[in-house]
């Protein structure tokens, strides 16, 4: 048992274990071609199906035009092209250098001109894009702005909220005053609240603090 774990720890080492585990199994529908002809169909010769002789002259017929065609073609258009070179030639060989010098600066005209046109439709672009982003960035401060005011409108009602409670703070100066308004009346926050919000207080407070007292 012990060697045949030590064979096979030989054979499955991690390469091996890895390429093994990455190995998927294919089941093919019909038998591969790598692995040779069956033995019970080595040694037999499929029989050979015999057309119909009209099929047989019908296929060759097409065939014939076909390939007459297809000549016809090829050679239809080796005669075009060569026609053109023939062309191709003679207007060079008659072409003079003034008339080369003159193509040439029509071409180059026409070129500026293209530019030009290409120029032109490049700037009204650009400006409409130049005229949205300004458009854009001028909507996105004004936003700011609001934003900024409503801001500012928030933090000064604070601050005068905070100005009118202020009025009622008790401070060093009024302590005195405040300690004997809260003893001459004294407020009580023994009440109950029901499920619509309503406070309930106890009619006699001094009864109630003694009951609760017992």
Do not use: C
Request: proline share 3%.
């Amino acid at each position: 048992m012990a060697s045949l774990a030590a064979a096979f720890s030989g054979v499955f080492t991690k390469p091996r274990a890895l390429a093994l585990l990455q190995y998927t199994t294919v089941r093919y529908r019909r038998k591969p071609r790598w692995l040779g002809t069956a033995k019970s169909k080595l040694f037999r010769v499929p029989e050979r199906k015999k057309q119909i002789e009209e099929e047989v002259e019908e296929l060759k017929r097409l065939h014939n035009n076909y390939r007459t065609q297809m000549k016809a073609v090829r050679n239809f258009l080796r005669d075009e092209v060569e026609a053109y070179k023939l062309v191709s030639r003679a207007g060079l060989v008659l072409q003079t250098p003034e008339e080369e010098e003159a193509e040439w600066q029509d071409a180059l005209r026409r070129n500026e001109e293209w530019n030009q046109q290409t120029a032109a439709v490049r700037e009204e672009r650009l400006s409409a894009e130049r005229a949205a982003r300004k458009e854009h960035i001028l909507e996105r401060l004004v936003l700011k702005e609001q934003r900024e005011m409503n801001k500012q409108e928030e933090i000064e009602a604070k601050v005068r909220a905070e100005k009118e409670q202020s009025k009622s703070f008790i401070t060093r100066e009024n302590i005195d005053k405040a300690i004997e308004l809260a003893l001459v009346q004294p407020t009580s926050y023994n009440f109950a609240l029901d499920r619509d919000g309503n406070i309930h207080r106890a009619t006699n407070p001094a009864t109630t603090d003694n009951s609760q007292s017992n």
